[in-house]
């Protein structure tokens, strides 16, 4: 890896959150001064060789061209005062740490502030926190680039048009608000996850990784990395040699990362140790138990159904539910299991809803009935999203 693609990795986050901070919040001219300043350093350092601290000098360059870019647009006189300024790292910037640390926190909230979509948030998140380019997150979402790049330029200008606040927020509103942030980073988790690109997945731990450092006493936060790297720890056998989707039950256990699972264990009980467990830290549990338990016949079912009973109570949703009647069908029969699908399954809302049909095929297969877990596993095919999906409803069904 050349120096300049290591800066880009390790500091353009936070070169980019320091800039926005100092053009009061406009995203958009830091990320177009921002990518200037690489530029200028691909010429640069090439000429005059890589300086002793990248970060500092990106962020004295990106400052100067977000300058230059202010003038040839003709706004100057509103930051005369600035402008009639000479540019000095040393004078205008803070290198400490925990500066750089509180502009990245404000970055995060920003991308992640309730103003925006969804969709926008991660996107957003993803380019401006995990500086994937437009072309990744594209490909990430089943987009064009173009498509793609229009959609971020809709989030940068709403959040300058919206006057969202470049900060962290107070401490009333930081509970809620913090909630959304993990919930962007679980969703590009998922994503990743569940098209099986590993790189987006990365991404994901990256930035919970970087919350876990800015914010090491929020038990949520340290709940959501141990959850992703439990997780994590099982990707290795979640396809096969020929790409095909494997079940927990059937993967190679042998093939498991041992050392992220190890790490994911940690964090998990030190989530344990700062409060009473939030959602993230009782999911991470679940993955736990999974993940230390030799065989799948070995699973703690009795544990893992209470935890989804626990996170039905604090977090219900249909996802929850669903998991707790298939604990509970392991830990007690499947009839008991599909009581609790069969209440679920009267929301009208749920027709399309593809995990509660593979549940329910699966379970009237252990239960004995062939003939209703085939007519459910055609049902969840018909939905699936994507080849490796369908492809594994059929191997399924083809066992009944």
């Known amino acids: 890896m050349s120096a300049l693609e290591r800066a880009y990795r390790d ?126 997150i594209a490909r990430a979402f089943l987009s064009s680039d173009s498509a793609m790049e229009r959609r ?76 992703l790297l439990v997780t994590e720890g099982r990707r290795p056998a979640r396809v096969d040699d020929a790409g095909a989707l494997v079940a927990l039950e059937e993967q190679d256990r042998g093939r498991w990362d041992r050392a992220a699972i190890a790490d994911g264990v940690a964090m998990l009980e030190r989530a344990l140790r700062l409060r009473r467990p939030g959602p993230y830290a009782i999911q991470a549990a679940i993955a736990a138990l999974h993940s230390q338990a030799a065989t799948w016949e070995a699973t703690d079912w009795p544990q893992i159904a209470g935890l989804y009973a626990e996170l039905a109570r604090l977090d219900p949703s249909p996802v929850v539910t669903i998991n707790r009647a298939v604990a509970v069908a392991f830990a007690a029969g499947a009839a008991h299991g599909l009581a609790i699908l069969d209440d679920l399954g009267a929301d009208p809302r749920l027709e399309s ?5 593979a549940a329910r ?17 055609a049902a969840a095919i018909a939905l699936a999203h994507s080849d490796a999906e369908r492809a594994a409803l059929e191997r399924r069904r083809d066992r009944v």
């Open 152 to 227: 971020l330029t809709r989030a940068r200008r709403k959040v300058t048009e919206a006057a969202i606040p470049f900060r962290v927020p107070p401490d009333d509103l930081l509970p809620e608000r913090l909630a959304g942030v993990l919930r962007v980073v679980y969703l590009i988790y998922t994503e990743g996850h569940g098209s099986v690109r590993g790189d987006l997945c990365e991404e994901a731990i990256r930035l919970a990784r970087l919350l876990a450092r800015l914010m090491p006493d929020e038990a949520e936060v340290a709940g959501l990395l141990a959850l």
């Open 11 to 136: 500091e353009r986050a936070a070169v980019l959150a320091t800039i926005t901070r100092r053009l009061d919040g406009d995203l958009a001219l830091a990320e177009d001064a921002v990518q200037d300043a690489f530029v200028a350093a691909a010429v640069e350092w090439d000429r005059r060789g890589v300086p002793d601290r990248p970060g500092a000098w990106l962020t004295t360059t990106a400052w100067r061209k977000a300058l230059d870019r202010l003038r040839h647009a003709r706004i100057a006189e509103a930051r005369a005062a600035d402008l009639a300024q000479p540019v000095s790292y040393d004078a205008d910037f803070d290198f400490e740490r925990s500066s750089l640390d509180d502009d990245q926190l404000r970055m995060i909230f920003t991308c992640c502030h309730p103003a925006l979509a969804p969709e926008a948030r991660m996107a957003l998140t993803l380019r401006s926190v995990a500086g994937l380019t437009v072309a990744e």
């Open 353 to 357: 809803y593809l995990p509660l049909h």
């Open 361 to 377: 095929a699966e379970l009237l297969r252990r239960a004995g009935d062939a003939a209703g877990a085939d007519v459910a596993y």
